[in-house]
Nanobody, 127 residues
Framework: QVQLVESGGGLVQAGDSLRLSCAASGRTLNALRMGWFRQAPGKERAFVAHIAGAAAITYYADSVKGRFTISRDNAKNTVYLHMNSLKPEDTAVYYC????????????????????WGQGTQVTVSS
């Protein structure tokens, strides 16, 4: 069973940076495709970023492209979300999620395609 634990959220000001971490256990990251999602109050969970494959190919939502970077450290079995130039509209609970790399045809932008989820970490950006 895969377990994911996020950390690194907090309260920051607009323009600040923050790094979220997602520590995985039960499977190595090489066996998983990993994503970050976020959910703001009253809104559906939304895709943020995805990292996949041995080449660590990355994908981003348009709203964060150029500001956020997803990366992974295989030695630490941890995925990161580096967030720069934060805006108040980035305020949300951020979740990391994953599914087995075997499933190459899944839609990585769809939350219901993911099998494993962390508990979430709150990010609040004040103006």
């Amino acid at each position: 069973q895969v377990q994911l634990v996020e950390s690194g959220g907090g309260l920051v000001q607009a323009g600040d940076s923050l790094r979220l971490s997602c520590a995985a256990s039960g499977r190595t990251l090489n066996a998983l495709r990993m994503g970050w999602f976020r959910q703001a109050p009253g809104k559906e969970r939304a895709f943020v970023a995805h990292i996949a494959g041995a080449a660590a190919i990355t994908y981003y939502a348009d709203s964060v492209k150029g500001r956020f970077t997803i990366s992974r450290d295989n030695a630490k079995n941890t995925v990161y979300l580096h967030m720069n130039s934060l805006k108040p509209e980035d305020t949300a609970v951020y979740y990391c999620a994953g599914y087995l790399s075997y499933y190459t045809s899944k839609n990585y932008r769809a939350a219901d395609e993911y099998d494993y989820w962390g508990q979430g970490t709150q990010v609040t950006v004040s103006s």
